[in-house]
């Protein structure tokens, strides 16, 4: 099999649990047949550190930090493309822009318009757009130019509980408990498409024609958007609760609720690691796994608020950082800078990790 050509394959999404070798072989395959490059224009306008997408990755090491970030449960986070502002999603109907000064996080804006709390958040490759998910069964999109809200995407019959960007495209796609993933045309804005899945939506990831989704059937399925159908599955062991991808395309990451991240290799067909920890425990159905900048850490966030660090390529523990939240941690997020992690929990609190 020839390997992924491109390290600016837009976004995909990794997976956990244990799966077949020729399911893996099969879907992965199936991946390559509909992938495409994103548009380099779209990455024109990131506007991020000067030697692109990251500097090089620090470990954590300690809390720089610390606030109470929201009236209530803070379910999402997010790092902006250059690395300055932080975006944090509760369940007191926020979106909070945080920025970093001096090592301390700094409120700069609250996003408001959600009818209840925010599930997920995301920035368009730009930084000059915000999308985020909610329990009220539906999405939005603010300008942050003005911070004013700009569309609400309504028509899920139940919480949306992702919503991303498809990049030059114009388009989003959300996944919801309604069983139903729906690609959005942020100009109209209207939805243009419905895809029926079996099973309720946990998190998903998106390109121009590719929706790879993580389901609470413990299923991972592959969607081509122009068809307008599932094209492939890959069953796991548990719920998936997360999915992401390193920024070189090449990885995929997943988290699921036996406890078990896993790191499939995209250009080799074939499972990379399992990262698995003792006395990790994925808290909830939502609690989310990433990548560093540069592919070689993921991170993920434990029920009993310990912050556990692994090296992908040997798949050991790096660390675990403790006593530093009183609860479980539902997201992670790693500047692209490298600089820092944001870790959010569900008793209020953010926290700014450094290596110093």
Known sequence: QPPLTSPLLSLVVYRSASFSNSSQHKFLKSVRGIFRM?????????????????????IPAQVRHSVTAHDG?????????????????????????????GGTLQIQKTLEGSNDGVTSIEFDPSGLHLLA????NSARLWNLKDCELKHTLSGHGAKVTAAKFKFHLQEAVTGSHDRTLKIWDLNKPACVKSL??????????????????????????????????????????????????SLDRSQLLS???????????LRMNRLRQQLRAEGFKC?????????????????????????YLWEVLTGSLVTSLSSQHRSSINGVSWSLSGEYV??????????????Y
């Open 73 to 101: 449960e803070v379910n999402t986070v997010k790092f902006s493309p250059n690395s300055k502002i932080v975006a944090t999603g509760g369940s007191d109907r926020k979106v909070k822009l945080w920025e970093i000064v």
């Open 38 to 58: 994103r548009s380099s224009a779209s990455c024109s306008a990131i506007d991020c550190t000067p030697s692109g997408f990251f500097a090089f990755t620090r």
């Open 283 to 307: 808290g909830a159905d939502w609690t989310k796994a990433i990548f560093s900048p540069d592919g070689n850490y993921a991170a993920a966030g434990s029920y009993d608020g310990s912050l």
């Open 255 to 265: 988290c699921s609720r036996d406890d078990t991240l896993t790191v499939t290799d």
């Open 196 to 245: 029926q899945a079996p099973s309720r939506c946990s998190d998903l990831v998106c390109s121009n024609y590719l929706v790879i989704s993580g389901h609470f059937d413990k299923k991972i399925r592959l969607w081509d958007t122009r068809l307008g159908m599932q094209t492939d599955a890959m069953a796991l062991l548990d719920r998936v609760t997360s999915l992401d991808i």
């Open 342 to 355: 944001v870790s959010v929990d569900r008793t209020k609190t953010a926290n700014l990790w450094t290596d």
């Open 133 to 136: 998910g909610s329990y009220d």
